[in-house]
């Protein structure tokens, strides 16, 4: 068990264990920290994400969250060790089985379990994850827990120390993943897009690097948007160059998908990897002809 002073330690801790050439199973970690530093030190990079992750309905910049997932499950867990500090059953499961058959390679949370116990005046929590991106995703996971554990303490005000156990079946490095945010050019509806493409807009060439980004969701649908706008009513400034436009379109389309079958096989490898790089060049290329 490692004492700490802050839930960063545990964030160092794990991007030393785990690098992109050394992903890891079964990992688990125990820590103790006082309740005062939960409370004092948060992970201010990332709070405002981590807030966004707990709120009861999923915000639009995210594929999903885990606050529309968890419920009522803090309350229970608050209400549970009011009367009960030692249960067994003070715990929130963030999906059910239904959740996960038939998902296929569809959005669902990698956080699934959080459990929690009083002994004495120690507050014991444990979290376990399918899946643990260690270089972005595990600090929003980290103070999303701290946030739960300062609310925990907050109604139940004996609670001096905390003993954090953290389990990940499997556990991954890639720094240049994108948590489940949700592009902006996802979030446009056809008038919008061609509003940006019409007039080249700075915000299209913004949103297309953004879409580029590495991601767990492969979305299509603001690609072929494109298509259909530039196959109807295509920008007049794009005359000269829209037989190559329609080209890199199409590039881009078989690319995405491509990857997303890729990804319903196989959640990460180098082929993931390899077809993730060619799917962003692609949408960096038709990026450069939208808005030279």
């Not at 459990?115 to 980290?142: C, G, M, P, S």
């Not at 389990?167 to 056809?190: G, H, M, Q, T, W």
Request: glycine share 4%; aromatic share 6%.
């Amino acid at each position: 068990m490692t004492p700490i002073q802050s839930l960063e330690d545990i964030a160092d801790l794990f991007v030393g264990k785990v690098t992109k050439d050394a992903p890891a199973h079964n990992l688990f970690e125990e820590f103790t920290i006082s309740i005062n530093d939960i409370k004092e030190h948060s992970l201010q990079d990332v709070n405002a994400e981590a807030k966004k992750w707990i709120e009861p309905k999923c915000p639009e910049s995210l594929y999903i969250n885990h606050g529309e997932y968890i419920g009522d499950g803090m309350w229970h867990i608050i209400e549970e060790l009011t009367k009960k500090p030692a249960s067994n059953r003070a715990l929130y499961s963030l999906i059910n089985k239904s959740d996960i058959i038939g998902s296929g390679d569809a959005a669902i949370p990698s956080f699934l379990i959080f459990q929690t116990k009083i002994i004495d005046n120690t507050l014991h929590a444990t979290v376990y994850f399918r899946a643990l991106e260690v270089a972005k995703f595990l600090r929003i996971n980290l103070e999303e827990i701290r946030l739960r554990l300062a609310e925990i303490q907050n109604s139940i005000t004996t609670i001096t120390d905390v003993r954090l156990g953290i389990f990940a079946f499997y556990a991954y490095c890639n720094a240049k993943i994108e948590p489940l945010v949700r592009p902006n050019l996802d979030r446009l509806n056809s008038p919008q897009l061609a509003l940006l493409l019409r007039e080249k807009h700075p915000n299209l060439k913004k949103f297309l690097d953004e879409k580029s980004k590495v991601g767990t969701v492969i979305e299509l649908e603001s690609i072929n948007l494109i298509k259909e706008i530039i196959n109807c009513d295509p920008p007049k400034r794009l005359e000269a160059s829209i037989h190559i436009v329609k080209l890199l379109i199409q590039d881009c389309l078989a690319k995405g998908e491509e990857l997303k079958l890729a990804r319903e096989k196989q959640s990460d490898n180098s082929t993931i990897d390899e077809l993730s790089e060619l799917f962003t060049s692609s949408i960096n290329s038709l990026s450069g002809a939208l808005c030279e």
